[in-house]
Structure formats: C-alpha cells, structure tokens
C-alpha cells in the first residue's frame, strides 16, 4: 500500500484530495491544525493535529509519521491561507503567518521527506495557484507566495528527476472552498465562475496515475468565466 502525507485536510481541496487518494487505494496521513474531527471516516485515514507553523513539533511529527508508515510515496502540500487589499492596509502578523505557511512549510517539508521519496521513486505535489503566473492587485503579496512555491517546485524537480522523483506544480483558479471565508470576496454563484475541489482532486488522480516514464510538471485550472463576488454586510469577511 502506497502512503501520502497530505496537509490542510480539514475541508475543501485538500479533504476532496485526501478521500480520493483513499479510493485509489493509498493510506493517508492528513495533516491539520485543527485535526480532522471525523470529516474522513476512513480505516487508512490518520489524522494528525499538527501547527504547520511549529518547526520543532512538525519536525517531530514528520518523524513519527515515516516510522510508523515505514517509508513515503507521496507528499501533497496543500495548505495555504490568503489576505488580500491595498498591501499598505494589510496586517503584518498575517503577512508573516501567510508566507510562512504557504512558502516555508512546503519547502520544509520537501526537504525533511525527500530523502525518503527518493527511496520509494515517489512524487510531490505543490499545490500553488493561478495567481503565480499573473499580476495580481491586492494580491501582491499571496502572489509572490504563490510564485516562490511554484519556482521552487519547477527547480526542485530538476535537481532530484535523476532520482526519480517526479515533482508537480498544481494552480487552481478560484475554487468552491473555505478558504474565502474569511475574505471579502468569494466565488459568483454562476457554476462556470469557479471550480470544484473534486475537479483538483480529479488533477491530483491524473498526476498520481500516470505512467511511470511520465512527469507532469505543471497543471493550471481555471473555470470558463473570470468573474468574483464582493461580499455584502453581515456575511462573513465582508468590510462593513
């Protein structure tokens, strides 16, 4: 049985990914600050209650996770959070917190597992966003995240492809998910405005499935339609 590491499993994309790594018949460690809280009832799911942004415990977790698996095939940095607006108005602790946790922690991980994926051939994937190949205003600075995340992966991959360890850069567009709940933008309610955390999800199964002489490098998704929904007063994350 192949095993993934998957962070941020809580809800939206990387929940849809942990289940159908499941179906395809590999056992998952999920990893969450908050823990999983049965959203997964699965026999090869485990659910590990981890702050990404506490090196010293991730460190130790990471451990604990490839003594008991016994090795790593797969490694899905999922996790990531957003705050967007005219950068000068932005909070600096929130700042701090999104580029550590969508930049460090991904590129933290890649190096406490690589040593153990090139042992089993494995494949990481480093879920980015759209927002890494274009300008993004009031976005500038998740942007540049994005953008690190994505250079890294393309880097990575050429350093450790002699290994044959496959690296993937995945770019959703804007996706039906918790992640703009604390926002004040979400996705417009027309269904060609946005995609799916199963249609990632179904890229994840592309990337995963594909033959052995195969790298996929890169994956953007974007829904049809480019269009994005303010939100009104006493929504959650709406400005009053």
Same mark, same amino acid.
């Given at each position: 049985?192949?095993t ?13 990914? $942990? ?25 090869n799911?485990v659910?590990?209650?981890? @702050?990404?942004l ?9 451990? *604990? ?16 959070? *957003?705050?967007? *607006?005219p950068?000068e108005?932005?909070?600096v602790?929130?700042?701090?917190t ?10 933290i991980?890649?190096?406490?597992l690589?040593? @153990? ?14 927002? $890494?190949?274009k300008?993004?205003?009031h976005?500038?600075a998740? $942007? ?5 995340l994505s250079?890294f992966?393309?880097s990575l991959?050429e ?5 044959g360890?496959?690296?993937t850069?995945?770019?959703p567009?804007i ?9 004040d ?5 027309d269904? @060609? ?8 999800? @179904?890229a994840?199964?592309?990337?995963v ?5 195969l790298?996929?490098?890169e ?12 939100k009104s007063?006493?929504?959650?994350g709406?400005?009053?």
């Amino acid at each position: 049985m192949k095993t993934a590491i998957v962070t941020g499993t809580s809800r939206g994309i990387g929940q849809a990914v $942990a289940l159908r790594l499941l179906s395809l018949g590999y056992k998952v460690y999920g990893i969450s600050r908050t823990g999983n809280i049965g959203a997964i009832g699965h026999e090869n799911f485990v659910s590990v209650c981890c @702050d990404l942004l506490d090196t010293e415990k991730l460190i130790r977790v990471v451990e *604990g996770i490839v003594s008991d698996a016994g090795g790593i095939d797969l490694l899905i940095n999922n996790a990531g959070v *957003g705050c967007f *607006g005219p950068h000068e108005q932005l909070d600096v602790y929130e700042l701090r917190t999104m580029m550590r946790t969508n930049l460090e922690v991904p590129v933290i991980l890649c190096r406490l597992l690589l040593r @153990d994926l090139k042992k089993s051939h494995g494949q990481i994937i480093n879920m980015s966003s759209v927002t $890494a190949k274009k300008i993004s205003t009031h976005g500038c600075a998740y $942007a540049a995240t994005k953008a690190g995340l994505s250079h890294f992966s393309e880097s990575l991959f050429e350093e450790v492809r002699k290994s044959g360890v496959r690296v993937t850069t995945l770019q959703p567009d804007i996706t039906r998910s918790g992640f703009y709940d604390p926002l004040d933008f979400t996705w417009s309610e027309d269904e @060609d405005t946005s995609i799916l955390p199963d249609q990632v999800a @179904d890229a994840v199964e592309y990337i995963v499935t594909a033959g052995d002489n195969l790298a996929v490098q890169e994956i953007t998704l974007r829904p049809r339609k480019n269009q994005i929904r303010r939100k009104s007063p006493g929504e959650p994350g709406a400005r009053e």
